[in-house]
T-cell receptor, first 111, second 113 residues
Framework: EADIYQTPRYLVIGTGKKITLECSQTMGHDKMYWYQQDPGMELHLIHYSYGVNSTEKGDLSSESTVSRIRTEHFPLTLESARPSHTSQYLC??????????FGSGTRLTVV | GESVGLHLPTLSVQEGDNSIINCAYSNSASDYFIWYKQESGKGPQFIIDIRSNMDKRQGQRVTVLLNKTVKHLSLQIAATQPGDSAVYFCAENVYSSASKIIFGSGTRLSIRP
C-alpha cells in the first residue's frame, strides 16, 4: 500500500495553462524530492526539500516551482505549461535509513 | 517533450534463467546502496538494499553483491519470470548524512519466452 500519493495520475493540458501536481506522504518524512523522467530514460532531480519552508533546486534546471508549507505536502507548480514540459513527474520521500519511497507519478502531456 | 540523457542499456534474458544486472557507483563515501525496480508507467519500487559493512545480501529470488574495492554493485535475479520485466536502477547514499540519493543510469531487463 502506497504511503506517498500523487495526483493527478494523468494530465493533458493546453499550452499556457497553470498546473499544480500534488504530492502527499503520510510517513512523517522530512525530506522530499521531485524527479522528472522521460519514458525509458534516466531520473533527473528537479527539486527537493529537507523540511517545512525548505526548498532547493535539483540537478536538472526546471521552470517549475515547489513549496513546502506542511511536512506531508510538497506540490509542484508550472505557471505556464509548454509542450517541452511533457514528461513523467515522480515524487519521493526519504526514510531515516536513506531509502526513497516513490509515488506512482504524474504523466503530464502539454498540447 | 524534449528527452534529456541517454537511452537505457538493455539486458535480454531467457525466462527461467538467472539475470545479473551490474552497476558502478561513483562516491567512495557511499555506504548504503539500494536497488529499485520500475515497471512501465509506475514509480520505482524498492527491491533490496545493502550497507557497506556487508558484501552480500539475499532476498526472495534476489541477491545483491557489493564490491567496495572496485565500487561495483550487482543485482542477481534467480529464475527470471515475465513479471521481472522492468527497468532496474541502482542507487547510492551516504547513510550518516543522507541527503540525496544518487541514481545509476538504469538497465532495462526484457524476458524472452
Amino acid at each position: 500500500e502506497a504511503d506517498i500519493y500523487q495526483t493527478p495520475r494523468y494530465l493533458v493540458i493546453g499550452t499556457g495553462k497553470k498546473i499544480t501536481l500534488e504530492c502527499s506522504q503520510t510517513m512523517g518524512h522530512d525530506k522530499m524530492y521531485w524527479y522528472q523522467q522521460d519514458p525509458g530514460m534516466e531520473l533527473h532531480l528537479i527539486h527537493y526539500s529537507y523540511g517545512v519552508n525548505s526548498t532547493e533546486k535539483g540537478d536538472l534546471s526546471s521552470e517549475s516551482t515547489v513549496s513546502r508549507i506542511r511536512t506531508e505536502h510538497f506540490p509542484l507548480t508550472l505557471e505556464s505549461a509548454r509542450p517541452s514540459h511533457t514528461s513523467q513527474y515522480l515524487c519521493a520521500s526519504m526514510s531515516r535509513t536513506g531509502a526513497y519511497t516513490f509515488g506512482s507519478g504524474t504523466r503530464l502531456t502539454v498540447v | 517533450g524534449e528527452s534529456v540523457g541517454l537511452h537505457l542499456p538493455t539486458l535480454s534474458v531467457q525466462e527461467g534463467d538467472n539475470s545479473i544486472i551490474n552497476c558502478a557507483y561513483s562516491n567512495s563515501a557511499s555506504d548504503y546502496f539500494i536497488w529499485y525496480k520500475q515497471e512501465s508507467g509506475k514509480g520505482p519500487q524498492f527491491i533490496i538494499d545493502i550497507r557497506s559493512n556487508m558484501d552480500k545480501r539475499q532476498g526472495q529470488r534476489v541477491t545483491v553483491l557489493l564490491n567496495k574495492t572496485v565500487k561495483h554493485l550487482s543485482l542477481q535475479i534467480a529464475a527470471t519470470q515475465p513479471g521481472d520485466s522492468a527497468v532496474y536502477f541502482c542507487a547510492e547514499n551516504v547513510y550518516s548524512s543522507a541527503s540525496k540519493i544518487i541514481f545509476g543510469s538504469g538497465t532495462r531487463l526484457s524476458i524472452r519466452p
